[in-house]
């Protein structure tokens, strides 16, 4: 779906930030922020998990003020007024985590997805977000970990509460000696140093990543496949996808799916490939995972496109979407009070005799590998927007069709 020009951020304009008492807050959420040092190909590399309330998302095209861009919407939010993650035409990548230790009044967060899209619209890079956030100090009802990266090679993280903001940034040996910064639901520079939330899944997406740099393995395969969809509950030191099932089917295997990296509120996942250099800001890839990660594959999409598919959007829901909330429900069939965050690990490992996991895996490879051998060619050259559409289109109208092969009896 494509905004008019600046429609969404003329709204906007006309109430500073006043949009967000109508907006999903946004909840608890898992991310890693990586410059080119961590990375093996030298380019940054930003994912997020987003857990919320708000099952059902989107992708859009919004024009901004000053430049166009892709994000990933509430689906109630067809204008893009409220940006949960997104990236813009210069390459410019935005996402963040709740951080309610940074809270400042009743209505701390209520514009950590409204400054967002103001940033996507108007930044071309770090420089020009960290000027932003430092005009609205003071003016802005913010409780935010922001993550950020862009064509220059940069990729930060500013802690940002209502007055002020705290910047970490990749580069600095200090704050990131392998390159990379993780974040959940907590600031390190709030002023209770036990706040906030999120903290064993920032444990083992700390592991993650540590293990994932030192085998310089820090791509988006790696993230997509394996921390995306991670089910391991760091504190209790589980591994339901290697412990053995039940031999009775009346008696499955089920985890409480909370305290993990893909939680059972996990909406979607975003990861940004970077650009090598500013002058192929253009390349800057947002690979969505429109679904609960266990739920669905990944599809690549750039901001060059100037629009977003069809299967990934839509006036109400995203066909793609729906069909991974349709999957989720089949993995989570106890619909009963207090019962509903719980797994059924049984039917997500035996499900068609394989499982669920392998299916989505050999869809997802498919779609990896054709996205390699297209921006190896557009290294050399981009082509317009229409023929970058076309090609994201094709693989969201395939990932569609192949979903509902792969798991027939999933949307009947």
């Keep these: 779906m494509t905004v008019p020009v600046n429609k969404a951020i003329k709204v906007f304009a006309l109430s500073a930030f006043g949009l967000g008492l109508f907006i999903s807050y946004g909840q608890p959420c898992t991310v890693i922020v990586a410059s080119g040092k961590a990375t093996p190909d030298g380019k940054p590399l930003m994912w997020k998990n987003r857990d919320t309330s708000a099952l059902e998302n989107k992708m859009v095209y919004v024009r901004g003020l000053r430049y166009g861009f892709i994000g990933l919407v509430d689906a109630t939010d067809s204008a893009g007024r409220s940006v949960w993650a997104g990236v813009n035409d210069r390459g410019f990548a935005i996402l963040n985590t709740l951080s309610s230790d940074l809270g400042e009044g009743e209505k701390a967060a209520a514009e950590n997805g409204t400054l967002m899209t103001r940033a996507l619209g108007e930044c071309p890079n770090i420089a020009a977000f960290e000027s932003l956030l430092t005009q609205t100090n003071g003016q802005r009802q913010t409780a935010s970990n922001f993550c950020v990266i862009d064509a220059e ?50 444990e083992r997406a700390s592991k993650l990543a540590q293990t994932a740099v030192a085998e310089r393995n820090l791509t988006p395969k790696f993230v997509l496949q394996s921390a995306a969809r991670d089910l391991v509950n760091e504190k209790l030191l589980s591994d339901p996808l290697g412990a053995p099932l039940p031999r009775d089917p009346a008696t499955p295997l089920h985890i409480l799916a909370n305290d993990t990296v893909n939680r059972s509120a996990t909406a979607s996942a975003v990861l940004f490939h970077g650009a090598a250099s500013p002058e192929k800001s253009a390349l800057t890839t947002m690979w969505v995972l429109l679904g609960q990660p266990v739920t669905t594959a990944a599809v690549p999409l750039w901001a060059a496109a100037e629009k977003v598919p069809a299967a990934l959007s839509g006036p109400k829901t995203a066909p793609v979407n729906d069909f991974a909330r349709a999957l989720a429900s089949y993995l989570y069939p106890d619909r009963r009070a207090g019962l509903t965050p719980y797994m059924n690990v049984t039917r997500l490992r035996t499900y068609g005799g394989e499982g669920v996991l392998p299916k989505l895996f050999r869809i997802e490879d498919a779609i990896l590998e054709n996205t390699r051998l297209a921006l190896k060619e557009w290294e050399n050259s981009l082509p317009g927007a229409s023929k970058v559409f076309e090609f994201e289109d094709g693989l969201a109208t395939g990932l569609l069709n192949s979903l509902r092969e792969a798991f027939p009896d999933i949307l009947r």
């Design 153 to 202: 090679g940069n990729a930060c993280v500013f802690e940002t509460a209502r007055s002020g903001f705290a910047k970490f940034d990749t580069q600095d040996p200090r704050v990131a000696p392998f390159g990379y910064i993780v974040r959940t639901n907590y600031a390190y520079s709030a002023a209770g140093k036990a706040g906030g939330g999120g903290y064993i899944r920032f």
